[in-house]
């Protein structure tokens, strides 16, 4: 089991930029996959980006791609997302997931732990 606790949420400018983290406790965190997930109001949860736990391969949604880099460091328990040139679209409440052992997937279902999630809001 894994716990997860994202933070670095808040509002910034278009163009701006803005890195979350998602700190784990519980069970080795080398041991899950971990993904981004974002939900904005009225729509559904979907995948911004994921991270294996062997090998370090990393997965974005097209939306995302050469703007934002998905990052994990073991020692510290802590996922990453960096956030570059944000966009109004960009708006939403981000989760940070993770699943044991498994292969990284784009769908909430490839996920079974999850954090309380964090507001992130890109201004025009």
């Known amino acids: 089991q894994v716990q997860l606790r994202e933070s670095g949420g808040g509002l910034v400018q278009a163009g701006g930029s803005l890195r979350l983290s998602c700190a784990a406790s519980g069970r080795a965190f080398s041991d899950y996959n971990m993904g981004w997930f974002r939900q904005a109001p009225g729509k559904e949860r979907e995948f911004v980006a994921g991270i294996s736990w062997g090998t370090g391969n990393t997965y974005y949604a097209d939306s995302v791609k050469g703007r934002f880099t998905i990052s994990r460091d073991n020692a510290k328990n802590t996922g990453y997302l960096q956030m570059n040139s944000l966009k109004p679209e960009d708006t939403a409440v981000y989760y940070c997931?993770?699943?044991?052992?498994?292969?990284?997937?784009?769908?909430?279902?490839?996920?079974?732990?999850w954090g309380q999630g964090t507001q992130v809001t890109v201004s025009s």
């Open positions: 997931a993770a699943k044991y052992r498994s292969s990284v997937g784009s769908r909430t279902y490839d996920y079974n732990y």
